[in-house]
């Protein structure tokens, strides 16, 4: 009976230490599930945006005041948003040779193309002046940009394109590790990053949907590019 006794109370210890790790184990997934992974994205705040500081800047020929007037109105800090607003202001910086105004331009530009293309026209040719100046975001917004491209009927007209710069930007993977990043703007307008492994998916993805002869064109067209981008670097 004694025996009975002991079995019984190891059997409910047992029992006992297995429920408790079962609960701690599922309070761990529940606590990761809903507190870890559906954090929240914190989004941009609009410190260092005060409108009538960066109007004064502008006011005195501020580029860099120009484009962040611009980010005021594209994304509504401290002012209503407008994009007609936005894009004057991202105008105005680029025309004073702001870089970074250039491509918030470009993209704006680009984005509007179900709107006008005249815009995506002046938004692409944008990009490609940034990019073959060595721009990498330019580059690799560029390759998103042709990749993503579709007609009428939904087949991917600028894959060659794509395989162009994928190929132009990955050439110098020898000095760098396929985790390194390069940074974007994403379809949000907020900066991503994409790793060169990415870009690699990206230019196997248009290898496999163009023809051997045009590999081979494509190939040179980096080369090409790629001279180009280093004579305009040597000329700063």
């Known amino acids: 009976m004694r025996e009975i006794n002991i079995k019984s109370g190891r059997n409910l210890a047992y029992l006992w230490v297995s429920l408790s790790l079962f609960c701690v184990l599922a309070g761990f997934v529940v606590y990761t599930q809903f507190f870890v992974h559906s954090?929240?994205?914190?989004?941009?705040?609009?410190d260092g945006f005060d409108y009538d500081e960066l109007t004064q800047l502008v006011a005195a020929g501020d580029s860099e005041a120009m484009r962040k007037?611009?980010?005021?109105?594209?994304?509504?800090?401290?002012?209503p948003?407008?994009?007609?607003?936005?894009?004057?202001?991202?105008?105005?910086?680029?025309?004073?040779?702001?870089?970074?105004?250039?491509y918030h331009l470009a993209h704006m530009l680009i984005s509007r193309g179900r709107i006008s293309t005249v815009d995506e026209e002046k938004g692409?040719?944008?990009?490609?002046?940034?990019?073959?100046?060595?721009?990498?975001?330019?580059?690799?917004?560029l390759i998103l940009y042709y990749f993503r491209k579709e007609d009428t009927e939904g087949k991917h007209t600028h894959t060659?394109?794509?395989?162009?710069?994928?190929?132009?930007?990955?050439?110098?993977m020898g000095t760098r590790k396929k985790s390194d990043a390069v940074r974007f703007l994403g379809p949000s307008g907020d900066y991503e990053?994409?790793?060169?492994?990415?870009?690699?998916?990206?230019?196997?993805?248009?290898?496999?949907n163009i023809r051997p002869e045009d590999v081979v064109l494509s190939e040179k067209r980096s080369v090409e590019?790629?001279?180009?981008?280093?004579?305009?670097k040597a000329k700063k």
């Open 39 to 46: 954090k929240p994205t914190p989004k941009p705040t609009s």
């Open 124 to 141: 692409h040719k944008l990009l490609i002046d940034l990019a073959t100046m060595g721009d990498e975001s330019a580059q690799l917004s």
């Open 69 to 79: 007037l611009g980010i005021c109105f594209e994304r509504g800090f401290n002012v």
């Open 160 to 172: 060659k394109e794509a395989y162009v710069w994928a190929n132009l930007l990955l050439g110098g």
């Open 81 to 102: 948003k407008s994009h007609h607003e936005a894009l004057k202001y991202y105008s105005l910086s680029s025309e004073a040779g702001n870089m970074i105004a250039r």
């Open 225 to 232: 590019l790629f001279k180009a981008i280093r004579a305009n």
């Open 193 to 208: 990053y994409m790793t060169f492994d990415a870009i690699e998916s990206f230019r196997t993805s248009s290898y496999v």
